[in-house]
């Protein structure tokens, strides 16, 4: 409850809203941080991309409202939502899909896991497009997701990820009510004449490692995202952003005067 993703023009950016927080987005998101396994992939400017998470690689989704995301360091006024990923120790090791329909809509997804002593892996590849119902909306992204975990010892693991991912999206653009009554599928003329579009690339690396000490656990996390962004409308935005984020946590659980207690501490740079 409260939490809304809706598809802008049919495509795969959609809009992410908790609570009304970032309903209003145009192209990047804000207000709300999104995390892999508990690391941010906003970038330094609180930003992020829906293009950027792959829900066919994540076992599931976790949704923290509001202040609730304090526990992740999330100040962010709609909350957090973290994409907790498919492993080759906990996941089948082979999945495929496949889905057709109207408008030249193709989406495909083919991963493969597995498990060796202490070492994992998996890894996903999808691919998605279509023309929309719209002119001037035709997108096409592919996606790559890999994950890696080493067991240093029973209480002790590190795991890599590994994103990368293309996507590129014509955009419509906003239509009158008067241009919605007469023909919906229309793009605007505006858009048309610029030729708009948001096209980027990203790679993104990341590595947690976790450590268990008696009633302890401490995470130690860093990412580094590259993105290229391509993106005119009524001028061009060639913007290339370049974030290194590190961060530690220490959560411990245990009795405090006779009751259960759970104190979570951390640092985050960006």
Do not use: C
């Amino acid at each position: 409850p409260g939490v809304i993703a809706q598809s802008r023009f049919g495509s795969d950016e959609a809009r992410l809203s908790i609570r009304g927080s970032g309903l209003q987005r145009t192209f990047h998101g804000r207000g709300l941080r999104v995390l892999q396994d508990g690391v941010p992939i906003n970038l330094a400017d609180g930003s992020f991309d829906m293009q950027a998470i792959e829900p066919l690689a994540a076992a599931h989704v976790g949704v923290w409202r509001g202040a609730n995301a304090l526990t992740f360091g999330a100040s962010t006024l709609g909350g957090a939502i973290d994409y907790v990923s498919r492993t080759g120790r906990l996941d089948p090791p082979y999945f495929a899909r496949l889905e057709l329909g109207a408008w030249n809509y193709l989406r495909t997804g083919l991963a493969i896991g597995g498990v060796r002593g202490d070492l994992d892996a998996y890894a996903s590849f999808t691919h998605a497009s279509q023309d929309s119902f719209r002119d001037h909306a035709e997108q096409e992204n592919q996606r790559l997701f890999a994950n890696f975990g080493l067991r240093h010892a029973a209480t002790a693991e590190t795991r890599v990820y590994l994103t990368a991912v293309r996507t590129d999206s014509e955009l419509p653009g906003n239509l009158t009510r008067a241009q919605l009554r007469t023909a919906p599928s229309q793009a605007n003329p505006a858009n048309l004449t610029l030729n708009q579009k948001r096209n980027f690339d990203l790679l993104r690396l990341a590595t947690k490692t976790t450590v268990r000490t008696g009633d302890t656990r401490w995470d130690f996390s860093t990412a580094w995202s590259y993105k290229d962004l391509d993106h005119p409308i009524f001028q061009v935005v060639d913007q290339l952003s370049n974030d290194l984020l590190l961060g530690a946590t220490a959560i411990h659980e245990g009795d405090f005067g006779g009751r259960a207690h759970r104190l979570r501490g951390g640092l985050w740079l960006n």
